[in-house]
């Protein structure tokens, strides 16, 4: 909770947080309500949170590339319905001031001028050609000059019939009169284009007087917010260069219901993108993302299929989680972030940048995209959150040099807590939460401390309380359902203790075989009897949702030689490296116990009978070395003690994992076998404080039908196993007759003997 506070605190660059935990432990839940109580704390000091709102707009000077601009918050929303406004009131006002009396007189005015200067042009060109015996005729081909007969004009055979001088002398005349035809055609156009002028001057007046009105209500709102002026100015100027898309009837298009191509839409400059809306947002976003892919996290850029090619334009942008958490709190869950191509780049720039780009995925692959569009990036300020195991922390922080300049603050979940007295109520409170929310029924003193119970025993520790509510709020759903089975008004802690039952036989299938595999004989194992260099041994079977003991029969096998100890199991490869070591560390034990006098000349094989799947753990290497002291003293192992603990090369038991599964496996075996009341496991003592056995065993070892020895030393162990005194060494060197060190160390003396004695004989052998 500290490092989330100071995580959320500091609002240096890279300050964002990765919470690491064990799936369940309430990451979500926790971050959650400590941005809440950060924000409301913020509030209560007079920090506003006031996140902008984000819209994109045509871009004039470049259309591929949408104009990004920010409002406050809730304006964004106004002015996208003060534009639509814009646009219907352009639609009713510009054509009534076309279709008035004054524009159209102004109109008219402006091409009877034209009118009359094109006539009296063309009057003086007449003119002059008949002066010279020539006539202008106006043709599609511009204008020509004809000789003139009695005041009509020669027909061409007419004209061939001259004689050749007065056919040259009419050309000269032409010649000369052609080029006042040109300055008359050119003084045409002066005209025409001055008259379009005055025409496009009057129509833009008419337009200014029409549009005024609508643009200045803009401007003076918007008036603090300089690059909206600058893109309403656009859209003005806009609006007076196309005032005839606004008077254009449907009847005027020359080419009415023919589609050459894509059709732009010449409105599309008034439409708003309206792209991150946070009107109702009372308080910064907080965001979580569970499916973190590329569009969902930056975007996407729409479009829509039309004449064969896919169209797009900056109304088809649409915001993924970093637009919609920009200014507040965005919480992923890096499993899935790694899982998407492309996206831990993504994010890592955008936290680098601090601005988002809306973009296409497949060209970071260098894939051809159609339209490439490119938005204007919007600059973000987020505080990211990532959540995942802590593996996923390690391999960034090594891997990837970015990691740990952008995720400064670590936040470890712990799987377990304190059992205290304030924890235990919070426990209780955290119960009724779960009746409440889920509607159950309500629990009882006893439903409770059931409850806490399989807390601790979850953590397998007497002082601890697991952490993982997930998992928790699964058996407080179950009681729930089997307190209605039996009508019950509340969830006692009979109902707490039969859902945990049926959960686990629900998951206990594989257990349940080997059960019977070892009850009919199949698998070996014996819980009567005493036997010498074989021992039971205890291991752990993890099934991810359920885990189980098992008990094993381990024999050791005793005879000359120098090869120390040989693991069957290594040998056949089907051992790991945690348990190599510890055979290896039993070696050692022997060498400081019994080789200080006199070499170990020895060799001994140990096994795990009936594996065939592999070993792994050094928990076992106690009882791997019970089982050889028991082969060197031919002492006999009682065979209804397991055994579980891992030993060092000083003899003493250490701690080991899965303590109450052990305990439990080998006791269903017993019970189904028969309980004969000599029966029982042997742990090492620091594992007492981790004992949290199911009900029955806890009956069992009460009324002595069963038993749980704690011990810290071998010595200790074999004591228990044998029924004979371990035994230690004297003043003299040489330990108690009949003890246990006194009968392995007399056999390892007679076996060095009897191995110099072999050697000695053999090398008189091969003399001879």
């Not at 235990?424 to 409850?451: H, P």
């Amino acid at each position: 909770l500290d490092s989330i506070n100071f995580g959320l605190d500091v609002d240096n660059p890279g300050y964002n947080l990765f919470l690491t935990g064990l799936t369940g432990t309430g990451k979500a839940t926790t971050i959650k309500t400590c941005i809440e109580e950060f924000i409301t704390d913020k509030e209560s000091k007079g920090v506003s949170f006031q996140p902008k709102d984000w819209c994109y707009v045509y871009n004039f000077s470049d259309p591929d590339h949408p104009k990004a601009l920010s409002l406050p918050q809730g304006h964004g929303k106004a002015f996208n319905s003060r534009m639509e406004r814009l646009l219907k009131t352009l639609h009713e006002e510009v054509p009534k001031v076309f279709s008035n009396e004054d524009y159209n007189k102004r109109k008219q005015t402006v091409m009877e001028k034209q009118q009359r200067e094109y006539q009296n042009a063309l009057n003086d060109l007449d003119i002059e050609a008949r002066n010279k015996g020539l006539m202008v005729e106006m043709t599609s081909a511009g204008a020509a000059l004809v000789p003139v007969v009695d005041g009509k004009a020669m027909s061409r055979e007419d004209f061939l019939a001259l004689e050749e001088s007065e056919r040259e002398a009419v050309e000269e005349k032409r010649r000369e009169m052609m080029k006042k035809v040109d300055d008359t055609m050119g003084k045409f156009r002066d005209l025409s284009k001055e008259a379009e002028e005055e025409m496009k001057i009057i129509k833009r007046e008419a337009g200014e007087f029409s549009i005024s009105g609508p643009f200045a209500e803009l401007f003076y709102t918007y008036s603090d917010h300089p690059e909206l002026v600058s893109f309403l100015q656009e859209v003005k100027e806009y609006t007076l260069d196309n005032l005839d898309i606004f008077i254009q009837t449907e009847s005027s298009s020359p080419l009415q219901g023919l589609v050459i191509g894509p059709q732009v839409d010449p409105f599309m400059v008034y439409k708003v993108n309206l792209f991150v809306d946070n009107s109702s947002a009372g308080r910064p976003p907080v965001i979580i993302e569970s499916n973190p892919n590329w569009f969902n996290m930056f975007g996407k850029i729409e479009r829509k299929a039309l004449m064969g090619t896919y169209v797009s334009d900056h109304t088809m942008i649409k915001p993924g989680s970093v637009q919609l958490a920009n200014g507040g709190y965005l919480i992923l869950n890096v499993r899935d972030v790694l899982l998407n191509p492309g996206v831990w780049e993504g994010l890592k720039r955008t936290i680098r940048n601090k601005e988002v780009n809306v973009e296409e995925p497949w060209e970071q692959y260098g894939f051809f995209t159609p339209q490439g569009m490119r938005p204007q990036p919007i600059p973000i300020e987020i505080k990211m959150i990532l959540m995942g195991e802590d593996y996923l922390y390690q391999l960034l922080s090594v891997h990837d040099e970015d990691f740990w300049e952008m995720f400064k603050v670590k936040v470890d979940f712990d799987y377990q807590v304190n059992r205290t007295e304030e924890n235990m109520a919070a426990y209780a409170s955290f119960i009724r939460q779960c009746c409440d929310t889920e509607e159950l029924l309500a629990f009882d003193r006893s439903g409770v401390g059931k409850v806490l119970e399989q807390a601790a025993r979850a953590v397998a520790d007497q002082e601890k309380l697991s952490t993982r509510f997930g998992q928790l709020k699964d058996v407080i759903i179950e009681s729930n359902y089997w307190a209605k089975k039996t009508e019950s008004p509340m969830i006692t802690s009979e109902h707490v203790e039969k859902a945990v039952k049926q959960k686990i036989y629900r998951y206990e299938l594989v257990a349940e075989r080997l059960r019977q595999l070892i009850i009919e004989g199949t698998l070996m194992v014996d819980v009567e009897g005493s036997v010498v260099g074989q021992a039971n041994g205890l291991s752990v079977y993890d099934m991810g949702t359920f885990s189980f003991g098992r008990p094993s029969r381990i024999t050791a096998k005793t005879f000359f030689g120098r090869d120390g100890i040989i693991n069957i199991e290594r040998e056949s490869e089907l051992s790991g490296r945690i348990h190599d070591k510890g055979v290896l560390i039993l070696s050692g034990y022997l060498g400081w116990m019994y080789a200080q006098d006199k070499p170990l000349s020895i060799s001994t094989s140990i096994c795990f009978e009936q594996s065939y799947t592999g070993v792994e753990g050094d928990s076992a290497s106690s009882t791997e070395l019970y089982a050889i002291l028991s082969s060197l003293s031919y002492l006999p192992i009682r065979q209804g003690i397991a055994v579980t603990g891992s030993v060092n090369q000083k003899g003493e038991i250490q701690p080991i994992g899965g303590v109450n599964q052990k305990i439990e496996g080998f006791f269903d075996i017993c019970n189904a076998k028969g309980l004969t009341g000599d029966q029982g496991v042997i742990i090492p003592f620091q594992n007492v404080g981790n004992l949290m056995l199911r009900e029955d065993v806890v009956e069992a070892v009460r009324n002595g039908s069963f038993s749980v020895y704690a011990v810290k030393t071998i010595d200790d162990g074999m004591e228990i196993l044998t029924g004979v005194p371990a035994g230690k060494k004297g003043k003299n060197g040489n330990y108690p007759k009949g003890s246990l060190h006194y009968l392995v160390d007399k056999r390892l003396k007679e076996m060095a003997e009897g191995l110099k004695g072999f050697q000695a004989s053999e090398e008189t052998d091969e003399k001879k």
